[in-house]
């Protein structure tokens, strides 16, 4: 029998094998005598590839083009789905498998499709003898991850993984919520991956070491499947520990947290081999923070995802006005109603959003008064969240997402209507550069709108200097400072309408809200250390309010005709 066919000799097998104790298989090569033919040709009624490519959307599609990704390595094909979608989006996708019998069906899939895949047959563990070259990005989804049974297998596959993208690439791979399958049980609200209605995906055991699935198809056939159950903070650990710079975690296609537990877990792993200036190129001095840094690392950490997700419901992160609810995600509602009753938006008003967060503020505006939105923003994961949730609410054609700093606007010059901004300048120890930014950007007649928690003008600094630290900073805007700096660049002030007594409202409504949630964001994936200090900072901000050494307010300026 030649290697080949020794290798491959999944394609001769009729039925699965697990020996006389299958609990007792735990093996990382035992995939190969789990998927036989006779499995793999069902596999895409488990699927469904309609409703997959529904349920997804263009995820993975906006992940790697926002981040110039154009050569993908698929190194768990299966039958091909996310090749061929990702083939179709125009990328240069190399589709790999370890199972001769899956590789087979993706080839097949793709050619009924009128694609022609370029496949090799690799295990992750030997994944660069088989393949040329490295890659922008490499893909590992499907929750294949878990087929591995050894610690030793897992650093070693992802070793290679690591080995075979190009110095700036990334791995997206994913996983099972198998922490709420080992602490909860098993249950499943969505339907993201397994999409076939007429086809059952439930485990038929569950312990730290294995979870075993059994799948059940309308013909009456079962198979199973034996994993093992990733836990996400050990998963995230091992990536960092191949060395990987920088993981986000994303649940259910960027429904983050959204709900209580989310049926998947998608990690994008970011490579970096060198230490290189993010925003305004050249390299860094050892030991030289650029706060620009500090913002873009804070609110992609999965701390804070969590948190913002979780208080404000995921849509926008901006203070809220309380004079009729108290609660927080109708406050943030009632700002960004406020601020777009100060404007006159058409069909072709284009808006452009500094600091967007995850974009909330452009659907409500741009849904119901009309016109097309640019929202830029440091944190690619609220970034993520916002392309996925503006397909989802139909807006993809009106608003556009862009990752950079407001210091540096990548857009031309007069070429918005309205600039607008909701408690993101702050970030910034730049603020008149910002200012200069929005000039240049606005057209002559544009109107630049705005809020900032910021210092009162007759602020003690001593007094804010634990709400300073907080933020890496030395001071904050004030009224006077935005009123002066915009007129001595040439802006005409329309109003600065003071609405201070919102902002201690606001901290001291989120500390709350965050203290009576303070279970359930641990359970989601917040860290104590975080809140904690969360729970401190907010009440810096309270105490600083009661000073009398904040303020707050909509403010409006115009570049003149």
Not at 91 to 100: E, L, M, Y
């Amino acid at each position: 029998m030649s290697d080949a066919a020794r290798r491959n000799f999944e394609l001769d097998l009729e039925d699965q094998s697990y020996g006389e104790d299958p609990l007792a298989d735990r093996e990382t090569d035992l995939y190969k005598g789990e998927y036989v033919m006779s499995f793999v040709e069902k596999w895409d009624e488990l699927i469904d590839w309609a409703g997959r490519a529904e349920a997804e959307g263009q995820f993975f599609i906006d992940v790697l083009r926002a981040r110039g990704k154009e050569t993908v390595l698929d190194v768990a094909a299966g039958t091909g789905f996310h090749s061929v979608r990702l083939t179709e989006a125009g990328f240069n996708v190399t589709t790999g498998d370890g199972s001769a019998a899956m590789l087979a069906k993706a080839f097949q899939n793709a050619q009924s499709r009128g694609l022609i895949l370029k496949t090799v047959q690799a295990d992750w563990r030997w994944l660069n003898r088989d393949i040329q070259g490295k890659y922008d990005a490499i893909i590992c989804l499907g929750n294949s991850f878990t087929h591995l049974h050894d610690e030793q297998d897992r650093r070693r596959a992802l070793a290679e993984f690591y080995a075979a993208l190009k110095h700036d690439g990334i791995l997206i791979i994913d996983q099972r919520n198998y922490d709420a399958m080992l602490d909860h049980g098993y249950s499943t609200k969505h339907k993201y991956y397994y999409c076939g209605d007429r086809v059952t995906a439930e485990p038929d055991h569950v312990d730290d070491g294995l979870c075993r699935m059994r799948y059940s198809f309308p013909d009456g056939a079962t198979y199973t499947l034996n994993m093992f159950p990733i836990r996400k903070n050990y998963m995230r650990r091992l990536l960092g520990e191949a060395g990987f710079a920088r993981v986000r975690t994303y649940g259910d296609f960027q429904e983050t947290y959204a709900e209580d537990e989310p049926d998947f877990f998608i990690h994008i792993a970011e490579k970096s081999t060198l230490h290189v200036v993010r925003w305004g190129g050249g390299v860094r001095e050892q030991g030289e923070t650029d706060v620009r840094d500090v913002a873009e690392d804070y609110y992609d950490s999965e701390d804070a995802d969590t948190f913002y997700s979780t208080v404000w419901g995921g849509q926008d992160l901006h203070v809220g006005c309380y004079e009729e609810t108290k609660d927080i995600r109708d406050a943030s509602d009632v700002t960004v109603d406020r601020m777009a009753g100060k404007l006159t938006i058409g069909p072709d008003t284009r808006i452009l959003d500094i600091g967007a967060g995850y974009g909330g503020a452009m659907r409500r505006v741009v849904g119901r008064n009309g016109g097309s939105a640019t929202c830029l923003n440091i944190s690619e994961v609220q970034n993520d969240t916002n392309r996925h949730r503006n397909r989802q609410q139909g807006f993809a054609d009106r608003i556009r997402v862009v990752h950079g700093v407001f210091e540096q606007i990548p857009e031309p010059a007069e070429s918005f209507d309205v600039v607008w901004s909701q408690d993101a300048i702050l970030h910034s120890d730049q603020r008149h550069t910002v200012l200069q930014e929005v000039w240049r950007v606005l057209k002559p007649g544009g109107l630049f709108v705005f809020t900032d928690p910021m210092q009162s003008d007759d602020a003690d600094p001593a007094q804010l200097q634990p709400v300073y630290d907080r933020l890496q900073l030395t001071s904050l805007g004030s009224f006077r400072f935005y009123r002066e700096a915009a007129e001595g660049i040439g802006f005409e002030t329309v109003e600065q309408e003071d609405l201070t007594h919102n902002l201690r409202t606001h901290y001291a409504r989120v500390r709350e809200d965050m203290l009576a949630n303070y279970d359930r964001l641990r359970d989601s994936g917040a860290s104590a250390e975080y809140l904690d200090k969360m729970a401190v900072g907010l009440e810096n901000w309270v105490k600083a309010a009661d000073q009398g050494n904040l303020a707050w307010g909509i403010q409006v300026f115009r570049k003149p005709v």
